[in-house]
């Protein structure tokens, strides 16, 4: 991707983004809050997470955002520490009894999920963020279109590895939508080339086993090419156990997300490149949306699926991307 287009991919983050994808009604955010208010009733709307990754931080920037633009929402953002779909759905739970308008979540475990969120659906308003449960009774999908940014993935695979060679991919669960997604894209895009796809580890959102895992990988399999890291954190993960086993720059790593250890990464050629989503998008979108909704503008989410744009980034455009970041974020 050029520079000028990124600089306007990005600065569009921090404005208000033109808003697709699901449906596009003629209010602004200012409709939602006219007909919430004139009815007298403050918004609760819910953010929650799949984990506790960092990545996570710049979608309550956009949940934040959204809040101070609509004027009549509280926002509760909710983290489930350990990443289990058990402790989210507690977290679910609990956000239905307080009585919340609506709740915007990344599902865990999206399969064995949906007859829980489709009880949650017919109690309040519900979509889908980062990864999605499409069997579910879900309104609307807001996030990347994760399979594509599988094949960005795959994109930037090939382009380390000129002459092929074996990878191994690591991810947190790989029956979460997103990953499967990526995965598949991945999987997609190397077909037929030289490139062999060994296996995939998973680490239950265990940071540690991430690493190990990684460590593990580069000892069972020491001609391994390159290392994948579907999750935010998994790149991190990777660059420590490469950097710790003495292969860094002899091993390639291609990984997801914007965490500041994989920029550095980049900008310093031990990884080649990382697919970026816009987290940022995906609080303030939903938050948006679901108010929009609720104030009487039901566009807002018709269509039910909006997908947010991946950037892929490598050491040609990587400074420029932490600069931007950095300005989003206040830094």
Known sequence: MKLDQLSILLGSLCLALAITGCGKGENGAGGAQSSATA??????????SNNAANFWTIARRGTEEAQKNL???????RIPATGSAAEQQQLLDDLLAAGVDGIAVSPVDPANQTEALNQIAAKTLLITHDSDAPASKRVCYIGTDNFAAGVEAGKLIKEALPNGGKIMVFVGKSDA??????????????????????????????TVRAQKNAEDTLVKYPDVACLVGLWSYNGP????????G?????????CFDEEADVLNGIAEGVIYGTVV???????????TKMAKHLGGDKEALAGGKQIVPTLSIKRDNVAEFQARLKQLLGK
């Open 237 to 244: 993960a990777i660059l420590n156990a490469v950097k710790d």
């Open 39 to 48: 009815g007298g009733k403050k918004l609760k709307l819910a953010f929650v």
């Open 71 to 77: 004027g009549n929402v509280d926002v509760i953002f």
């Open 177 to 206: 939508q997103n990953a499967a997604d990526r995965f598949g894209g991945i999987k997609k895009e190397l077909a037929g080339s030289k490139v062999e796809i060994i296996d995939i580890r998973t680490d239950d959102t265990d």
């Open 246 to 254: 003495g292969k860094a720059g002899k091993v390639k790593i291609v």
């Open 277 to 287: 989503q816009q987290p940022y998008e995906f609080g303030k979108q939903a938050i």
